[in-house]
């Protein structure tokens, strides 16, 4: 079990007048998920998912013929258990006297930073599995984008990535899948876009494409379209892959979703035998989706 020593720290412990100690200098970055995740509290160990379609269309009866009846289709229950987080720190009671900065003091801060970060890397992990789908499946065993979501009751599928990179003809088309998009019946659905979820290094790309007053890859004062769909944009250091890119519909219209079972809970107390100090911090919580409506994206070619 580690523990921070004085002599794991030989300069901070005997070298008075040091100029300046870097640690934690820069800011933390702002919380991000929340911003483009539905977040919920949890009550159980686990959550249980279960997608049911609707109806089909109706159809055309002969005068004094007898009304067909449909039925809608139970699809298979999901259950994803919630993850516990951890981690803490240990000072030795000579360390945490003589060291004469008062790093071992602000380790704290340096604990609240990892519980801040694990949040952000597990939440924008389902935007990095996207297309493979190694960690994230959907009801229908498909990764977040595919070309052929199955549907429950049809045997027509659905479509909602893409295979281009970032331009305004992938986001026209992109915005045009979300006008194509289908229940479980194949029935026309009213699920809009609102927001193009991009990697931080896409950032300006995004806001040519979307806050232009003119198309940004043309010469003529073509007027940029995209200005109408009423898109905004949100940006992630997050998001691994560089080629990304999703558009995302109203929260209350996408499945992407993160569900607290325990909020970050911090501990601390003395070693009663060494006397030296020990600092934790636990949380537990599950990222999931299972709905792929509500998203259409590219990892780029």
């Known amino acids: 079990m580690a523990v921070q020593t004085r002599g794991a720290f030989p300069v901070l412990n005997t070298r008075a007048g040091l100029k300046k100690v870097y640690f934690l200098q820069y800011g933390q970055l702002r919380e991000m998920f929340s911003a483009v995740f539905n977040l919920s509290d949890s009550s159980r160990g686990f959550e249980d998912f279960l997608p049911v379609s609707g109806l089909g269309r109706m159809s055309v009866i002969d005068e004094n013929s007898s009304i067909p009846y ?33 790093i071992m003091k602000r380790m704290s801060e340096a604990l609240a930073r990892s519980v801040r970060y694990e949040q952000e890397v597990r939440f924008f992990e389902i935007f990095n599995d996207a297309q493979a789908g190694s960690t994230f499946t959907g009801f229908d065993g498909n990764a977040l984008l595919h070309n052929s979501h199955t549907l429950l009751n049809s045997a027509s599928t659905m479509d909602n990535r893409m295979q281009a990179d970032l331009s305004v003809s992938s986001l026209e088309a992109a915005v045009d899948l979300f006008a194509t998009g289908v229940d479980e019946s194949n029935m026309n659905i009213a699920v809009n876009p609102e927001v193009l979820v991009v990697p931080a290094q896409n950032r300006w790309l995004a806001s040519k494409l979307l806050e232009s007053e003119f198309d940004p890859e043309s010469a003529n004062n073509t007027v940029n379209a995209l200005r109408d769909v009423g898109l905004s944009w949100f940006a992630s250091p997050f998001i691994t892959d560089t080629d990304s890119w999703f558009i995302l519909s109203g929260k209350s ?31 537990r919580f599950l990222v999931a989706w299972n709905e792929f409506r509500g998203v259409v994206g590219s990892m780029g070619v």
Do not use: C
Not at 80 to 88: E, I, L
Not at 257 to 281: H, I, M, N, Q, V
């Open 70 to 102: 449909d039925q809608s289709v139970e699809g298979s229950r999901v259950t994803v258990a919630h993850t516990m987080y951890g981690q803490g720190f240990q000072v030795s009671r000579v360390n945490w006297d003589d060291e004469q900065y008062g």
């Open 253 to 283: 219209d996408h499945d992407l979703s993160f569900y607290w079972r325990l909020k970050p809970e911090t501990d601390d107390t003395e070693d009663f035998d060494t006397k030296g100090l020990k600092f934790s911090a636990i949380q």
